[in-house]
């Protein structure tokens, strides 16, 4: 804390500051503080040898050893080894320590001013780790004679999943298949292919977030568009399976539904160098040998259903649920639908949902399919936004390059984009690989159920 008390001239942490490391470099600011402003920055950390001094017989829990301690047992994989000594004394930032200089100039320490429940926000000006200690001094005022556990949180954020389904032609193929189906609607699936998903590639690139959204591109699409489908890999973006023709679940046998996705993962596959992990049911048509299949060839997530709108959950075994046969007697309905767990799948391939549904695309609403009853195409491209939550939640935004890539449509998609920029950290813009192996990593580690 040196350069921090030099630099403001005071011993007193407030809001608005900023702490400085030992080369004047800004660390953290003190963004919110709950408390009377009382946050000592110039008492150094107690050690095993304070509480001989004070009297102490025995070994005493200190923070310069819960300091140590830590780095040394923390996991490698997410810390770096900085060669710190035992006998490196740490110059920490004292949060709700009441220390006062009186007016003979001696330190001292009186009673916090802070109370239950209050606490303060500090933002991360660069790379950080920070090791807290709640403070186990009981042989001075500090604590007010109450060492208390201190929880530490970090900043929640929304985590953006934009994803773009690059149906191209074979929307019209599959699920948009029509006997009236003619050149100019062909067209339009060229026109995603050869131009509209070059447009938004090209608005990726100019906002920086084109290595963090999924493309998941149907295996037609692969091999149809080729130098397109090879720009969205070496854009370094996330892809994902989609179908090969966009095929509807319920067009296919099992035993078809088996060999399009052993052909999509062979297209994939030499498209990307490597065994997708990814898949997206085509307009979201998925039943429950497509979970079995999905689990038999280790896929790490769905992003097909909607159990949840905004929270990734494991995808349950759900049996299949029978719609009513209205000519046999009324009992043979009247009883509930047995719903699966979504806690960690016991015994079983553990496969992600990240959640994604018609409420989150724009085709429904900006692209006119004329075969299509519920279309539109004509709706306003303006877009407002609301705003964002303190927790943590997934918010998956779909776009098509059919649709946003159209001249009238990009600059509704690029005001989306820099509307969610403009959170700043609030928002983390994620590809879906990293939402769901994060979060399945957590639960598997015991870190909560669903």
Known sequence: MVYTRTGFLKVSLSKGDKLYSTRRKPMLTLTE????????????????????????????????DNMHKLLREAPKENFPDFHITDDWVPDPLNLFMNVA?????????????????????LKAESDLIIVTSSCPQDM???????????????RRRVKVALSFDFDAVSHWLGTGCHPNNNMADYSSGIFAGQVGAVRLLTLLKKHGISDKVTWFSPGHTIETFPETARAVVDSGAEVGL?????????????????????????????????KPRRYRAPMYTIRESTVKLLRQYEFLYDSSLVHHDSQPYFTPAD?????????????SWLQPTPIASQCYPEGMHALVEIPCGWYNEDMMLLQYLPHLANSNGYVSTR???SGSADFDFIFPILMHPDTSGMAHVIGMAERVVLWLK?????????????????????????????
């Open 140 to 154: 001075a005022p500090v604590n007010g004679g109450q060492p208390t556990d201190c929880d530490h949180r970090r």
């Open 319 to 331: 049996p299949p649920i029978k719609p009513i046969d209205f000519s046999q007697p009324a009992s």
């Open 33 to 64: 503080d709950t408390t009377r402003g009382v946050h000592d920055i110039i008492w150094s950390a107690c050690d095993a040898e304070r509480y001989r001094m004070q009297g102490y017989d025995g070994y005493h829990d200190n923070c310069t």
């Open 101 to 121: 200089i009186d007016h003979r100039g001696q330190l001292d320490i009186r009673v916090p001013t802070s109370e239950k429940g209050q606490f303060v926000v």
């Open 242 to 274: 989609h179908g090969y023709s966009h095929e509807g679940i319920y067009q296919m046998t099992e035993e078809q539904e088996t060999e399009v996705l052993l052909k999509c993962i062979d297209a994939a596959t030499k498209l990307v160098g490597k």
């Open 383 to 385: 877009v407002r936004g």
């Open 422 to 450: 403009g959170w700043g950290e609030d928002v983390e813009f994620c590809t879906h690989e990293q939402i769901a192996g994060s979060w399945s990593k957590e639960k598997k580690n015991g870190k909560g159920g669903r």
